[in-house]
């Protein structure tokens, strides 16, 4: 059982950049696709991003591309988000999540892909 733990929310204006961390212990994550998720108040949990085992397939949404970036450090056993030019609509619960792959270069994007989740980290935009 791996255990995520996300930072790096907070409160940001419009225009700002954060970067959230999700730091993964209990197993290395190394061999697995991880992601990025969100959920707004009265609404569903969204795929914004993820990332294969070894960084090389990515994925992002529609709304948050050329904006995020996700990204890895294997060695650290920690994932990434890095949102620049934040919107009010960016505002939402960010959750990490992670599913074994065994090296196959996948990154799933749909949230019954992912079996181990975080318990997500607030991030406010305000206008």
């Known amino acids: 059982q791996v255990q995520l733990v996300e930072s790096g929310g907070g409160l940001v204006q419009a225009g700002g950049s954060l970067r959230l961390s999700c730091a993964a212990s209990?197993?290395?994550?190394?061999?697995?696709?991880m992601a990025w998720f969100r959920q707004a108040p009265g609404k569903e949990r969204e795929s914004v991003a993820s990332?294969?085992?070894?960084?090389?397939?990515?994925y992002y949404a529609d709304s948050v591309k050329g904006r995020f970036t996700i990204s890895r450090d294997n060695a650290k056993n920690t994932a990434y988000l890095q949102m620049n030019s934040l919107r009010p609509e960016d505002t939402a619960v960010y959750y990490c999540?992670?599913?074994?792959?065994?090296?196959?270069?996948?990154?799933?994007?749909?949230?019954?892909?992912?079996?181990?989740w975080g318990q997500g980290t607030q991030v406010t935009v305000s206008s």
């Open positions: 990332i294969s085992w070894n960084g090389g397939i990515t």
């Open positions: 209990g197993r290395t994550v190394s061999r697995d696709a």
């Open positions: 999540a992670a599913v074994t792959t065994y090296g196959s270069f996948l990154a799933p994007r749909l949230r019954h892909e992912y079996n181990d």
